[in-house]
């Protein structure tokens, strides 16, 4: 009698331990997949202060540089493409991450002529307005470097965790899948070239 209470106890410890193990892995799957997703909504914040800033530098510059029509045209169409480009973290692969990359590289360049233009208008480089929208874009852009190193930091911290074993047989059980980092654009690291 004794015995056998002893394997019953013993059968129920290991249990309850095994379910404490699965269920503790399980959860930091899931808290560490919802920092991912936390993170990239960051990322898209930025982004979106980005979008916010363009159309009064955009309106800024026209007052002054009115024969400029085709940047201010190439910036409009690029911010267009970046507010369509929205991205679902969670079901994301490379392809649809370097498309969003890609859409927001292409406005960044659109942003890049818009200031070498005002470089050939002085009075415009001196306008309050002018140097205070230059100063809170290139604010963001800062930002949305930061948030995108990281953004990868919490796709690093995930996808190692769901990785290491025994976590990995437990990712694949409960269908928890690898994230995709966020990659520079091809060519991002050579100088654009600007031609008017």
């Known amino acids: 009698m ?5 394997v019953f106890i013993i059968i129920v410890v290991v249990i309850l331990g095994l379910y404490s193990f699965v269920k503790g892995n399980y959860n930091t799957m899931v808290t560490r997949g919802e920092l991912v997703t936390a993170q990239w909504s960051n990322v ?20 002054y540089a009115t024969h400029e029509e085709k940047t201010f045209t190439e910036v409009i169409k690029a911010r267009s493409q970046a507010t369509q480009t929205h991205i679902d973290i969670n079901n994301a692969d490379e392809a649809t991450l370097a ?3 890609k859409v927001q590289g292409d406005l960044s360049s659109a942003l890049s002529k818009l200031m070498v233009v005002s470089e050939n208008y002085p009075n415009l480089k001196a306008n309050e307005n002018f140097l205070e929208l230059q100063s809170q874009l290139e ?12 953004f990868n930091l919490a796709v690093q911290t995930y996808n190692t ?10 990712a694949g ?8 980092y966020f990659k520079a654009e091809v060519g991002a690291s050579k100088t654009p070239e600007v031609k008017f």
Do not use: C, D, H
């Open 161 to 170: 965790y769901i990785k290491r074993f025994p976590n990995n047989i437990f």
């Open 44 to 63: 898209e914040n930025q982004y979106q202060r980005r979008l916010s800033l363009i159309p009064n530098l955009v309106n800024t510059v026209k007052a």
């Open 99 to 101: 498309k969003f990359n």
């Open 173 to 180: 059980m409960f269908n928890f899948e690898t994230k995709v």
């Open 2 to 6: 004794k015995k056998g209470l002893i």
């Open 139 to 150: 604010g963001t852009e800062n930002r949305i470097a930061v948030e995108r190193r990281k």
